[in-house]
């Protein structure tokens, strides 16, 4: 059994989404600038996201789902490599840049994002099987309306959360359902996170980068 210590560079258990489900839409947030640092994170080399086989796999079948029902997954982050959660370690501690704050955390201070469970100093997305995701409406082509953008970290972004119109929290809900179903869990103070509950690996954190030459040193 591994240890929850456990960091490894194997990728060979990882695929790309796009190759394995090219209907799911992807704005990879953290490999831009339009994030809650402002910068490109590191260890995001491409704007791609990898996930394990299992979670891939079971993310098809949330998206094949939901199609029928007029929406595309759209997917913001999935693999993270432990590289990038010490950028935000690092951020949080060390830099005083808050250029970001008015967009991502404008009520809380930076220390609190931490405290408060909002970015975790050890993320289950470098375990492979987490992703976080929105719905598109086919029929618009704009993000449905969740009561909130992604990232944002305040109580507003809570699944449960009952201060936004009940067409929204319904959007919630029919995300979160399909994803249940499909075998993930959802994250208390984030309507947009899932975890595989079934994870291949549980006590294992990836570091390789988050690009297409990853897989294929494996």
Request: glycine letters at 6%.
């Amino acid at each position: 059994m591994a240890h929850v210590t456990d960091i490894t560079w194997d990728a060979s258990d990882f695929v790309m989404l796009a190759d394995f489900a090219p209907h799911i839409v992807q704005e990879i947030r953290y490999h831009s600038t339009f994030n809650f640092i402002g910068d490109r994170i590191d260890g995001y080399e491409e704007p791609v996201a990898l996930l394990t086989k299992e979670a891939a796999r079971a993310l098809k079948a949330v998206s094949v789902e939901l199609i029928v029902k007029g929406y595309r997954l759209k997917v913001f982050d999935a693999y993270r490599p432990a590289t990038a959660v010490k950028h935000f370690i690092y951020w949080g501690i060390e830099d005083q840049d808050i250029r970001m704050k008015p967009y991502f955390y404008p009520d809380l201070e930076k220390q609190e994002l931490f405290n408060q469970g909002y970015i975790a100093k050890q993320s289950s997305h470098s375990r492979g099987s987490a992703v976080d995701l929105t719905l598109l409406d086919m029929t618009t082509g704009k993000e449905v309306d969740m009561g909130g953008p992604f990232d944002l970290f305040s109580e507003v972004s809570h699944p449960d959360y009952r201060g936004i119109t009940d067409e929204q929290y319904e959007n919630r809900m029919l995300l979160q359902k399909a994803m249940v179903r499909n075998g993930f869990l959802p994250l208390s103070c984030e309507w947009w996170h899932f975890t595989l509950a079934n994870e291949p690996y549980p006590d294992t954190y990836f570091t390789f980068p988050v690009s297409s030459e990853s897989l294929k040193s494996t």
